[in-house]
């Protein structure tokens, strides 16, 4: 499908792999980034992971890393996980009970000063530095993870395969280790695949997004190309957009619910078409009874309403043509707005943000 | 809440327990009852037909747990580890003698390895006599014993997070090592109470030991023979509760020993 690597560094993946009925059939690479590999559980993220660290075995395809050649059906090429410089760390911190932290961390690396210097340099740069001697079990969450951070980078790593390391931690502590990982990227500068299905972990952290769904990569993006301009309905949705009409090109103009919106970007090849527009990029205007009302807009009711402390999510019900719609309003602008006393407002759907795609199926096949 | 604290104080089950508890109570005293009354544990202690039975069995069961240990690990672990339908079935195969009548463990190693067994005339052949050998003794027990140590063993590998091994091959770690510094340790508890029941079982063999090895003093008749043995003379339940009883000290003590060994440093000393 992709060509052999032309870079020498990064990591390339093209494989096939096989879980039971599950068949997964991915492609993507991480040079000096940090990639999330994205989606909902079962779409295959974590099998993706163990055909690179080498523990599940692909039935075709290629996995190189920094100019090595991992796995290669073709030639019949296959490291075993132990000769793979790979740095894996799961969800569980999996730090082995038996041990003390410097022996966990230092469980694969031959005794030596420099192995030594490495622990204690890792130490510091993860604050574990006093944990040394204690077993997993008297560590909280957040410490087993930084621990497990430590041994898989103690070793020379190619590299770093994280999957959904902080989804067993509280959200401050969450926060704490994304920053930390940025900087141990940056001190590191190893590729990085980090495998979440938290969509606003995946937002901080990405360069680059894999979004996976049923074994396959839907869209592999930079980040802000995802999220603004996602390849599908169906990308639409899993990054977040719920607002997802069909449409249909008429000119220049799309239409939707009976209204003609202008948009930007490629046009469209003509025809139906899927419309997103993600619900913080659409705008609520004071409703003028005597003006005309402007291009990509139309009045609407709010029928719904979520508080989400510092966002508030509104439906609105449009009065004439347009589409019912979901809109989300920072806590500011809702209070100057005056939007709890008004519910009879004029939507605007910005142009810029109005993304419009070929149609997809609404039930995409299985073995898309 | 009168009614409540009276149900908490004195629950059904608990009349119940102290029920089961005696059951098994009353027999122990009995025997120690018996023995003091009846018997002569004194010379029991220093005949040499019981000297010999009793170092016979702590010989022989030691030998078979141990034997169990180093063949039964790396095999419990290979079916624990690579689980296919072949392993499932060659898993339930090694439990079937737990639910054997040991009698039938005995004649199914004659039907191997006696002299008309599958096996007899290579044996023969080889100048290799197992009847009445102590060889034959801890072939039974290990045949007889070795499923309790395997199916704990498998029990213990198998409950493991097999994320902790997936991590340590990414870690540098040759098989073999993954095996002896991870999943070992992590197996432990279960390989102990395996350990331990084994032990149990090999020194309580009867059925299989008597019919594949015999009874011959000094050389296949351990404790139980011995005490059926003695049951048998002319000294009857009096001869047989002094041996009983020795056997009784003995197993307590060693029970206690080995839990103490396996409690001693936590589950992951």
Same mark, same amino acid.
């Given at each position: ?368 | ?6 149900? =908490? ?170 095996? =002896? ?37 000094? =050389? ?42 396996? =409690? ?6």
């Amino acid at each position: 499908m992709t060509a052999p690597p032309t870079t020498p560094r990064g990591l390339h993946v093209d494989i096939e792999a096989r879980a039971g009925d599950f068949l997964l059939h991915t492609s993507f690479e991480a040079g000096d980034e940090l990639v999330v590999l994205y989606g909902h559980s079962g779409a295959g993220k974590t099998l993706t992971l163990s055909t690179i660290a080498g523990l599940t075995r692909p039935h075709r395809g290629r996995i190189d890393l920094a100019g090595r050649t991992l796995f290669d059906a073709t030639s019949g090429v296959d490291l075993p996980p132990r000769d793979r410089r790979v740095g894996y760390v799961v969800q569980v911190p999996a730090l082995f009970p038996h041990l003390d932290v410097r022996r966990n961390v230092l469980i694969g690396v031959e005794r030596s000063p420099e192995a030594q210097a490495r622990f204690e340099a890792l130490s510091a740069l993860l604050g574990i530095e006093d944990l040394a001697a204690r077993r997993p079990h008297e560590l909280s969450g957040g410490q087993q993870q930084r621990v497990a951070l430590a041994r898989a980078l103690v070793r020379p790593t190619d590299v770093l395969l994280l999957d959904e390391p902080f989804s067993a931690l509280d959200e401050s502590l969450r926060a704490d280790l994304r920053s930390e990982l940025l900087r141990i990227r940056r001190e590191y500068g190893v590729p990085i695949v980090f495998v979440t299905h938290d969509l606003r972990e995946a937002h901080l952290l990405a360069d680059r997004v894999a979004v996976l769904d049923r074994g396959r990569v839907l869209q592999f993006a930079p980040r802000d190309e995802v999220f603004r301009h996602p390849a599908s309905r169906r990308v639409a949705a899993l990054t977040g957009t719920h607002n997802l009409f069909e449409g249909h090109i008429e000119g220049d103009r799309v239409l939707v619910a009976g209204l003609p919106l202008r948009f930007e970007g490629a046009s469209s090849p003509g025809g139906d078409v899927d419309v997103a527009i993600r619900a913080e990029r659409c705008n609520l205007r004071r409703f003028d009874p005597e003006g005309d009302l402007p291009e990509n807009c139309f009045v609407a009711s709010i029928t719904a309403e979520l508080a989400f402390g510092n966002t508030h999510t509104l439906t609105l019900e449009p009065e004439g043509p347009g589409p019912a719609i979901e809109v989300e309003v920072a806590s500011r602008p809702y209070e100057v707005l005056g939007i709890r006393e008004r519910r009879r407002w004029v939507v605007e759907l910005p142009a810029a943000d109005l993304h419009v795609m070929p149609r997809m199926p609404v039930e995409p096949p299985a073995g898309l | 809440m009168h009614a409540s604290r009276s149900t =908490r104080s004195s629950p059904p089950w608990l009349s119940l327990s102290l029920l089961f508890v005696l059951f098994f109570a009353l027999p122990l005293v009995g025997l120690v009852w018996r023995a003091s009354t009846d018997g002569d544990v004194a010379e029991a202690l220093t005949a040499t037909r019981t000297v010999e039975a009793l170092r016979l069995s702590l010989f022989t069961a030691t030998l078979t747990t141990a034997l169990a240990v180093v063949l039964g690990t790396p095999l419990a672990y290979l079916l624990a580890t690579r689980e296919s339908a072949a392993s499932r079935l060659l898993a339930t195969l090694l439990e079937l003698p737990l639910v054997l009548p040991p009698a039938v463990a005995g004649i199914a190693l004659l039907t191997a390895f006696g002299r008309a067994g599958i096996l007899g005339d290579p044996l023969e052949a080889a100048g290799v006599s197992l009847s009445f050998t102590t060889a034959a003794v801890v072939m039974a027990q290990l045949f007889v014993a070795a499923p309790y140590y395997l199916r704990a063993a498998y029990g213990g590998f198998a409950s493991t997070d097999p994320r902790y091994e997936a991590v340590a091959a990414t870690l540098g770690l040759s098989p073999w090592r993954v095996f =002896r510094d991870v999943a070992l340790p992590l197996a432990r508890p279960a390989l102990v109470g395996g350990l331990i029941l084994c032990w149990a079982r090999a020194l309580g063999e009867l059925g299989a030991t008597l019919l594949f090895a015999g009874s011959l003093p000094g =050389r296949t008749q351990t404790m139980p023979l011995a005490i059926i043995s003695a049951f048998e003379s002319s000294d009857g339940l009096a001869g047989a509760v002094s041996i009983a009883v020795v056997l009784l000290a003995f197993a307590a003590v060693l029970l206690v020993a080995l839990n103490w060994l396996a =409690r001693a440093r936590g589950p992951y000393g």
